[in-house]
C-alpha cells in the first residue's frame, strides 16, 4: 500500500494549484449555488447576460463564490479584471488602479474591479472609489462578509446595487465534490474508492463553503493510501482526522445554528437550567464562536429579565468581556454562569413590549414634534419662540416629579412601560402606577 503525499512521487494532478482554484468555474452553468440570483431568468443572470452590469456588492459568507462570480461576469462582459484585496491595499493602489482605468475608459475599454473584503478599506480608501464610479471608469465589484449597511459608507453603497450570496447547501456541496471526483481537472484520472457517506461527512462539515469542501476532500485523497491495483481507498479513519467530527452536527451559518440559538433562549426563558447549559453546550461543542453566544444573552438579559432583575444584564455584559478575554475552552464556564443566572431570574418582557408599541406608533403616526416646553432654549431667539416655556425643574418640587407632559399631544395617554408582578419589577410597578395616579389627580 502507497499512502499519497504532497512530498512524494505523486500523480501530476497533486502537484498542480490547489483544487479549488483548478475547478473554479469560468461559465455560469459551470456555477454551483447562488440560483435565486444566477438561475435562468434570474435578475442577476439577465443583467450579466444582457451585458447591463453596474457597480454592485456581494455579501455573503466566505467560500459561497463571490469571487468566482465577479470573474465570470469580467469574462462575460469583456471588460479589463482588475482584483486586489482590501486587505494588501492601500489608498495608493486605489489610485493606481483608478488612473489606469481612467486610461482605459479613454481607450472604450471597461474596468471591472473587484474589491475583496472592501468593508476593510477605511472611509478615505472607500471615498475615493467614488467619482470614477460615478462616471463610469469601472464597474466596481465588492465582496464582504459584513454588513454592507454599516461598514460601507452610505455615499458609496448608494450608487452600488446590493446582491446577497447565500452559504451552499448541503446538495450543493456533495455534487461539487462528486464533481471534484470526475472532472480531469480534479481527481478525474484517478480510481479513488470514498463511499457516499463520506462525500456528506465533508459537505456537512463544510458549512456551506465550497473551498473549505474542495480543500478538505484533496486533503482526504493526498492522505489516502493507493492499493496495489492503484486504487485509492479512503478510509472512516483519513475522513476523521481531516475534519472535526463534532462540527458535523452544527452547521454555523444554517438552519441548525438558528435552531439551537432558540433552544437557548427559549430554554432560559422558560427558567430551565439545565436545558440551557447543555444546548449552550451543545452550540460550543460545534463550533461556535462564543461571543456570538454571549451577546445573545446580552439582549436577552433585557428583553426577557428586564427590571424584573437589572443585575441580569451586567451578569450577560461581565460574561461576554470574560470571554473575550479568556476565549476558549476556558470560557465555557462564564457562559454556564450567565446562562444559569439568566434561566433562574425572574421574567418580565416589559422592556421589549414597550420598545414594539412605540415602535409602532412611530411607524402608523405623523413625527409628532417636541413639545415645545421641553425642549432647550440656549438663545434667546428660541426663548422668544417659546422654547422650554413652562417647563418645571422635577427636582424643585417636594415629590420630585410634576404632571408636566412629556410626550407630544397626539400621543398624551399612551402608556409603553407596562412592569410585571416578579422580582424587582414589582416595586417599580407600585411605584408606577401611584405616580400615574397622582398625575390624573386621583
Not at 461598514?151 to 451552499?168: D, G, Q, W, Y
Not at 454571549?294 to 460574561?319: I, P
Request: a negative charge.
Amino acid at each position: 500500500m502507497e499512502q499519497l503525499s504532497l512530498f512524494t512521487d505523486t500523480p501530476s494532478q497533486f502537484k498542480s494549484s490547489p483544487l479549488a482554484s483548478r475547478l473554479r468555474p469560468e461559465t455560469l452553468d459551470e456555477y454551483v449555488g447562488q440560483t435565486h440570483l444566477v438561475g435562468k431568468g434570474m435578475i442577476l443572470r439577465q443583467l450579466i447576460e444582457k451585458d447591463q452590469i453596474s457597480s454592485m456588492i456581494f455579501w455573503g459568507p466566505p467560500g459561497v463564490g463571490k469571487t468566482t462570480l465577479a470573474r465570470i461576469i469580467a469574462s462575460s462582459t469583456n471588460a479589463h479584471f482588475v482584483e486586489f484585496s482590501a486587505v494588501t491595499s492601500g489608498i495608493k493602489e486605489v489610485r493606481e488602479v483608478m488612473k489606469e482605468a481612467e486610461d482605459n475608459r479613454r481607450c472604450g475599454i471597461r474596468t471591472l474591479l473587484f474589491t475583496d473584503e472592501i468593508h476593510r478599506f477605511n472611509k478615505a480608501q472607500q471615498d475615493a472609489f467614488l467619482p470614477f464610479v460615478e462616471k463610469g471608469s469601472i464597474i466596481l465589484v465588492g465582496a464582504t462578509t459584513e454588513n454592507p449597511s454599516f461598514e460601507i459608507n452610505s455615499a458609496l453603497l448608494s450608487r452600488c446595487k446590493v446582491f446577497i450570496l447565500k452559504a451552499l447547501t448541503e446538495n450543493d456541496l456533495y455534487d461539487l465534490l462528486k464533481n471534484a471526483l470526475s472532472s480531469p481537472k480534479g481527481f478525474g484520472n484517478l480510481q479513488i474508492d470514498i463511499s457516499e457517506d463520506h462525500l456528506r461527512s465533508i459537505a456537512a462539515f463544510s458549512n456551506g463553503d465550497a473551498r473549505c469542501a474542495l480543500n478538505t476532500l484533496e486533503m482526504v485523497v493526498n492522505n489516502s493510501t493507493m492499493n496495489s491495483e492503484g486504487t485509492v481507498e479512503v478510509t472512516d479513519e483519513t475522513v476523521s482526522q481531516c475534519m472535526d467530527r463534532r462540527s458535523l452536527l452544527y452547521d454555523k451559518n444554517g438552519e441548525e445554528h438558528y435552531n439551537l440559538i432558540s433552544a437557548l433562549h427559549k430554554s432560559m426563558r422558560n427558567s430551565d437550567p439545565d436545558a440551557a447549559v447543555y444546548w449552550m453546550c451543545r452550540m460550543i461543542d460545534g463550533g461556535e464562536d462564543p461571543l456570538y453566544i454571549a451577546r445573545r444573552m446580552v439582549r436577552f438579559a433585557s428583553e426577557d429579565v428586564g427590571l424584573a432583575d437589572s443585575n441580569a444584564l451586567a451578569v450577560a455584559v461581565n460574561a461576554y468581556q470574560a470571554c473575550h478575554f479568556l476565549g476558549l475552552p476556558e470560557c465555557n464556564v462564564h457562559l454556564a454562569h450567565a446562562a444559569v443566572y439568566l434561566s433562574m431570574a425572574p421574567k418580565s418582557n416589559a422592556l421589549e413590549r414597550a420598545c414594539i408599541e412605540a415602535a409602532e406608533d412611530i411607524r402608523n403616526s405623523p413625527a409628532e414634534p417636541v413639545p415645545l416646553h421641553i425642549r432647550n432654549a440656549p438663545t434667546s431667539l428660541m426663548k422668544e419662540a417659546g422654547y422650554g416655556k413652562g417647563y418645571i425643574y422635577a427636582h424643585d418640587t417636594e415629590e420630585k416629579i410634576t404632571k408636566m407632559q412629556c410626550l407630544p399631544d397626539a400621543l398624551k395617554d399612551r402608556q409603553y412601560y407596562d412592569p410585571g408582578t416578579l422580582g424587582d419589577e414589582a416595586a417599580i410597578k407600585e411605584r408606577l402606577d401611584e405616580i400615574r395616579k397622582w398625575r390624573a389627580g386621583e
